[in-house]
């Protein structure tokens, strides 16, 4: 009876585990890209971005500090989602859900690395920087990695994931429908804003308040059913 209640309870913990994961990551992205946004607009000229920057080097900083945690946390949501899949994963569609997540994670440091390199040059040479017009690349490559290449990545997560769910009925139908239908959005849309990157996150924080009430409820019924076990013996 006890290994069965203490693996019942491992059950449970990983669900939960990844529903903090993903709540934290969300949060945290979320508030790194609303910064990021903020101070380093995409219709700015190189000469104002400069100036803007001279006023906004703390904002930027914060925004790229929280990158790397968001990233870890996102790692570990991939990580136990997959544990949550058990057996019924399938290889095939595991395999692009993974490579994409990974991928998403790589441009989404690449970008946010392209945003700290465009700081520190200025904090360095400030005008040789906003003369030279690295302000005005840099901006460019960082906004193209992140609103053409990683918001693809995360598109293809979503409909992978939604499909293994589909497959192993882990998730119900209405996550997978709506996981379809934002996935697709951000897969075709030709010209998407950096606003339009927050619903990633924003589908990330749903499925993962999800999980975590779901985890709930199954500890809860899995504590009566113990106590109620040791009551009739």
């Known amino acids: 009876m006890k290994q069965q209640v203490t693996l019942a309870r491992q059950a449970l913990r990983t669900p939960r585990a990844a529903a903090i994961a993903g709540i934290i990551f969300a ?9 990021m946004r903020l101070a380093l607009p995409e219709e700015l000229s190189g000469t104002d971005t400069a100036a803007w920057l001279q006023g906004n080097t703390t ?11 968001a990233g870890i946390a996102f790692l570990w949501f991939i990580g136990v ?3 949550r899949l058990g057996t019924k994963e399938d ?9 994409s997540g990974l991928l998403f994670l790589a441009m989404m440091f690449a970008s946010a690395a392209i945003a700290g390199g465009i700081l520190e040059g200025y904090a360095i040479e400030p005008d040789t920087l906003a003369s030279s017009g690295v302000i005005t690349f840099g901006r460019a490559v960082m906004y193209t990695i992140a609103t053409v290449y990683s918001v693809r990545m995360a598109a293809v997560f979503m409909i992978a994931l939604a499909t293994i769910w589909m497959r192993t009925r882990v998730m119900p139908r209405l996550f997978v429908f709506l996981s379809y239908a934002l996935a697709l959005v951000l897969l075709v849309s030709s010209n998407i804003t950096a606003w339009l990157m927050l619903a990633f996150p924003a589908w990330v924080f749903v499925i993962s308040i ?20 040791h009551e009739s013996s």
């Open 59 to 69: 904002t930027i900083t914060l925004a790229l500090t929280l990158v790397p945690f």
């Open 27 to 35: 949060v945290l992205i979320t508030i790194s890209m609303v910064l």
């Open 210 to 229: 999800f999980i975590l009430i779901a985890s709930l409820r199954g500890e809860h019924a899995t504590a009566e059913g113990v106590l109620g076990s």
């Open 81 to 83: 989602v997959r544990d």
């Open 91 to 99: 290889q095939f569609f595991s395999t692009v859900f993974l490579g």
